[in-house]
């Protein structure tokens, strides 16, 4: 019986491994986390956007002179353009989180492709030209997920450091949670959309006070400093500066 042993370990605990977010993918590329040399996070809000969250997310960011990432969901972007204007016109990022938000482990290549190829496209129509990022929903991927973005040149954005904010387990809690896992070349997940997100505002700001107060550590990467050419594809769009 003991044979059976390394079977299951391939069988389930491989998959079971592929499928995390802090896990490597068989195809292409996915990063939970950057390797730097300085004291850098990258802050990323998901599944957006929604009037009224995203609008106090922009401004506790707009606060603290910080810029983001916003993993949009399609479907939610196109029925809020102008909330998506007002998010990239404010110096921040877009990245792609699919059309509906599905479990995408399963799904057919074709599915998988329609989820991305749409909701790009009304980012575009939108206005949005910077390159689009991709995160998977739920931080989840496996083998066609990973095929397909390989397919079309999109990096995976993934995480290592979240709060659990989709819990709602108060906003203390989320604090807590992002900086007992956050380190240098982290990417923090927070959420803008997914239910209500009083505390994730609320834990934004403390969170973003608490990296300043240990350091530089979301005021490294100025676009325009020679410094960040070195490894730019990984640092320049994923480690976002501090306005100047
Ligand atoms: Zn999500």
Redesign the pocket.
């Known amino acids: 019986m003991l044979f059976l042993i390394p079977l299951a370990l391939c069988f389930v605990g491989l998959p079971l491994l592929l499928i995390h977010p802090t896990c490597p993918q068989i195809f292409g590329e996915a990063y939970s986390h950057v390797k730097v040399n300085e004291r850098v996070v990258a802050l990323t809000f998901?599944?957006g956007p929604i009037p009224g969250f995203t609008d106090d997310v922009l401004a506790v960011l707009n606060k603290h002179n910080i810029h983001a990432t916003f993993?949009l969901?399609g479907e939610r972007a196109e029925k809020n353009p102008d909330l998506v204007k007002k998010i990239y016109t404010a110096g921040h990022e877009l990245g792609n989180?699919t059309w509906s938000?599905a479990l995408m482990l399963f799904k057919s290549p074709q599915f998988t492709r329609e989820q991305i190829e749409k909701t790009d496209a009304v980012l575009r129509k939108l206005g949005y030209n910077k390159e689009i990022y991709f995160?998977s929903?739920?931080?989840q991927k496996l083998l066609i997920l990973p095929w397909v973005l390989s397919e079309m040149h999109k990096k995976n954005i993934l995480f290592d450091a979240y709060g659990w904010d989709?819990d709602s387990p108060g906003t203390d809690k989320i604090v807590e949670n992002v900086m007992d896992k956050v380190s240098p070349g982290s990417i923090i997940l927070l959420?803008d959309?997914?239910g209500t997100r009083e505390q994730t505002v609320a834990a934004a700001d403390t969170i973003i006070q608490q990296l300043k107060a240990q350091g530089p550590r979301l005021s490294v990467c100025n676009r325009n400093r020679a410094a960040c050419h070195e490894q730019r594809d990984e640092r320049r769009l994923l480690i976002n500066s501090e306005r100047k």
Do not use: A, L, M
């Open positions: 998901d599944d993993f969901i989180h938000h995160r929903p739920y931080g989709w959420h959309g997914c």
